[in-house]
């Protein structure tokens, strides 16, 4: 079983920076490949990032390749998500998980752990 805790969303206006970091629980955490997804209101939850289990490979959707940048500490249990140049449509409620590292890691249905999740409000 594990537990995540996400923290650092908050109210951002456009063009700047925010960094989301999401705390497992256990002691298997290095085993699992890490995500983040968000879902805004009145549309589908969306793939946001991933990370490998080492941290070697990670892999962006379309929409924050080139902004966001997906990080994990194994020795914290933490994995963290590096937003900048942010726009209006990143406003999102952002979700971290956690999943097998064999199965798909941009489909909801490849993790088995979510998080609460933690609310990014981009404002003009």
């Known amino acids: 079983q594990v537990q995540l805790v996400e923290s650092g969303g908050g109210l951002v206006q456009a063009g700047g920076s925010l960094r989301l970091s999401c705390a497992a629980s256990?002691?298997?955490?290095?085993?699992?490949?890490m995500g983040w997804f968000r879902q805004a209101p009145g549309k589908e939850r969306e793939f946001v990032a991933a990370i490998s289990r080492s941290g070697g490979s990670t892999y962006y959707g379309n929409s924050v390749k080139g902004r966001f940048t997906i990080s994990r500490d194994n020795a914290k249990n933490t994995v963290y998500l590096q937003m900048n140049s942010l726009k209006l449509e990143d406003t999102a409620v952002y979700y971290c998980?956690?999943?097998?590292?064999?199965?798909?890691?941009?489909?909801?249905?490849?993790?088995?752990?979510w998080g609460q999740g933690t609310q990014v409000t981009v404002s003009s």
């Open positions: 998980n956690a999943g097998p590292p064999l199965l798909d890691y941009s489909d909801p249905r490849g993790y088995d752990y």
């Open positions: 256990g002691r298997t955490f290095s085993t699992y490949k």
